[in-house]
């Protein structure tokens, strides 16, 4: 065994011995002083460490000095009751107590007993009891936690076994600091047994052994009893307050001296409050300026020090992040992060920052905001967030759109000026900058503010900037928005459809359709600007015909029929007749004979003649119903509607093409052209 083992071993023998062993005063003063050190060394300790497991000896070590300052009790004990002497220690601390008043010196002893007994005892006592139960009761939470990490392989073998073995070690601690406290509190019971021996036994030695008088008995034994019980209550004190600190210790970076000037000093403004409240108290109060004055003007000293101390770490950090950042965009792992494509972007020279700058009047975000909130409930989509840009490679007062990086529209917008779009006829009188009004392409003027009023009485639609610029982003998400809905925000409508309907969404996926599946169902939707907003609907049918095939050009026809209501409020108003372009017989059958079969699925293969053919004649009649100011609509059957489709989407992406199957029977239709070949 080392030399430091059997060290340990003979003091615990020693303190043994000495319950039983006289000891003379002169050791036995020694050991007082050994005592008390020792309790100041532990509770300095206990305030450096940063965490509990740090001083695992704890417990033990605590069971050890109880030990060791009952066998002290006992030797001083039987030095006083039998010596009438227990050494100088014991008398210093009493005379130095008492003053000559034994009544104030049991008053002080009694107090400490109080405090260590009721406060500080009973309070370690039960956070060891609370702490000790929680750590039980999360340990099964903590080893999983762990094994989730080593599967993942965010850890690897050896730091899941250190991991649980501080787990395990936390919980032994606890429970026996839990033990180790019931220790301090029946010390502090036996001290309060001690002192009353002490006392009465004492006198009654002194006046019958001894042949002391009442007073001279009284006076002796009551200042080594006093003695007595404050050198063993002042290092049970330290140790008690030890003990509380370590179980009420929450893990941290720091010891307890750092996180309390930490945290404690973290906030100048309230050491400001603080500091004019103590000078107030002077000024108003019987407390003179004299007692209160300096002690505010050192508060309000130490808040001015934080403050600027704050400031300048906070520019330090400020720079460290700069550096950082610098240094990021230098390594070469910086590169994957120019990968990263915004769904959506908004771009706009310098001359438009205003648009976007909240405390020059700027309402952009606020419109962003309204504009996902209309696509929400118009087409059912979830918007991804907009990335809004300055860019000074663009012009002052151009703006552009971009989705997922490309650009897809764009204008120049005059603040200081509106939009006036004319009624069908020119007014002279209205005199702008010509220009064209960027979501539509209808010809447009930017007027000044004296010449509004004026526009808006001759019928012109009047509109601010930043109007325009709403009306277009919101137009090019509509157009786009089957480019915006991809797998994972799919997975994103249908997660939110399970809280609801978790048997319908565990019957379709994955069982009969996949997410990509169905994310090809709902933006071929969106592409001819079907809302997807009724997802039940979608699923029921999607659920009922996804058996029989996996086409979803096919299982989208199959979902239009189910949205009959939905589209049909969507293309005529309740007791309006619709007005249509219907294809005529020999041009349903050309396409019928020209669909082709193939391992993908049908497809379109019109011959180029044919096709320039429909072309021309349909663009005829689209003409025709829109120098009428009417909405064009196509109409055929539903076994040819898809292919239909297809032959006009390039051109004519614009154009409803419906079928008769995708119409309620109670709407009157208006045939008001014919497509033949």
């Not at 606020?366 to 929400?376: K, N, V, W």
Request: aromatic residues 6%.
């Amino acid at each position: 065994m080392k030399m430091k083992e059997i060290t340990v071993l003979l003091g615990v023998i020693g303190i043994v011995l000495m319950m039983i062993l006289p000891i003379p005063t002169w050791l036995l003063d020694i050991l007082l002083v050994i005592n008390i050190s020792l309790a100041l060394l532990i509770l300095l300790v206990a305030m450096n460490t940063k965490e509990a497991l740090q001083f695992s000896i704890f417990p033990s070590l605590l069971l050890i000095t109880t030990l060791f300052r009952l066998a002290l009790n006992i030797s001083t004990t039987k030095l006083i009751l039998s010596e009438g002497f227990a050494g100088t220690v014991v008398s210093t601390f009493g005379s130095w107590i008492a003053r000559g008043q034994i009544a104030v010196g049991f008053i002080v002893f009694l107090i400490l007993v109080v405090v260590q007994f009721i406060v500080i005892t009973k309070g370690s006592e039960r956070v060891a009891e609370v702490a000790a139960r929680f750590t039980l009761d999360a340990m099964p939470g903590k080893q999983m936690s762990i094994d989730a990490d080593l599967n993942a392989g965010l850890i690897n073998e050896q730091q899941a076994r250190e991991r649980r073995r501080k787990v395990e070690r936390e919980a032994d601690y606890y429970g026996a600091m839990d033990g180790a406290t019931k220790f301090v509190k029946g010390d502090a019971i036996a001290s309060i047994i001690i002192l009353i021996i002490n006392l009465v036994g004492g006198f009654i030695i002194g006046m019958s052994m001894l042949g002391l008088s009442f007073s001279d008995a009284l006076s002796t034994y009551s200042v080594l009893t006093i003695g007595d019980g404050l050198v063993s209550q002042i290092p049970a004190l330290l140790i008690s307050t030890a003990s509380g600190l370590i179980v009420t210790r929450s893990s941290s970076e720091g010891n307890l001296a750092s996180d309390l000037t930490e945290q404690l000093m973290s906030y100048p403004k309230l050491l400001y409050i603080v500091g004019g409240t103590v000078a107030l108290l002077g000024f108003f109060t019987p407390i003179h300026i004299i007692t209160t004055l300096p002690l505010a003007l050192i508060l309000l000293y130490a808040a001015y020090n934080m403050q600027k101390n704050m400031a300048r770490k906070q520019i330090e950090v400020e720079q460290q992040e700069e550096e950082q950042q610098i240094e990021e965009v230098r390594s070469p792992e910086s590169v994957i992060n120019l990968l990263q494509v915004d769904p959506i972007e908004f771009e706009f020279g310098y001359g438009l920052i205003p648009l976007a700058d909240v405390q020059q009047g700027g309402d952009l975000l606020d419109r962003i905001i309204m504009i996902r909130r209309q696509c929400a409930l118009e087409l059912g989509l979830v918007v991804p967030v907009i990335r809004i840009r300055d860019n000074i490679q663009l012009k002052p007062n151009e703006y552009v759109i971009k989705i997922k990086g490309n650009n897809v529209g764009g204008g120049e917008l005059l603040l200081n000026h509106y939009l006036a779009m004319s009624p069908g006829y020119d007014d002279e009188s209205i005199s702008g900058i010509e220009t064209l009004e960027p979501a539509f392409g209808l010809p447009a003027l930017w007027i000044d503010e004296t010449t509004k009023e004026r526009a808006e009485l001759s019928g012109y639609t009047v509109v601010d900037p930043p109007s325009v610029v709403a009306t277009h982003l919101t137009e090019l998400i509509k157009k786009h928005a089957h480019e915006l809905i991809g797998r994972q925000e799919t997975k994103t409508l249908v997660d939110n459809l399970r809280e609801n309907y978790p048997v319908l969404v565990d019957e379709l996926i994955p069982s009969v359709l996949g997410i990509g599946d169905v994310q090809k169902v709902l933006a071929k939707l969106l592409r001819e600007k079907i809302s997807i907003r009724d997802l039940v609907t979608i699923f029921e049918s999607l659920a009922d015909y996804g058996q029989y095939t996996k086409d979803p050009d096919v299982l989208t026809e199959y979902v239009r029929q189910a949205l009959s209501r939905q589209i049909t409020q969507q293309f005529s108003q309740e007791g309006e007749t619709l007005k249509v372009i219907t294809v005529g017989p020999t041009l349903e059958k050309k396409i019928a004979e020209s669909v082709q079969q193939s391992d993908q699925g049908s497809y379109l293969a019109m011959d180029p003649m044919s096709t320039q053919t429909v072309y021309q004649k349909l663009s005829e009649q689209v003409n025709r119903l829109l120098q009428s100011g009417q909405q064009p609509i196509l109409l055929t059957s539903p076994t040819i509607r898809m292919y239909l489709r297809q032959v006009i989407e390039r051109t004519m992406q614009d154009i409803p093409v419906l079928s008769y199957s995708e119409l309620e029977p109670n709407v009157e239709i208006q045939s008001v052209g014919v497509v033949n070949l």
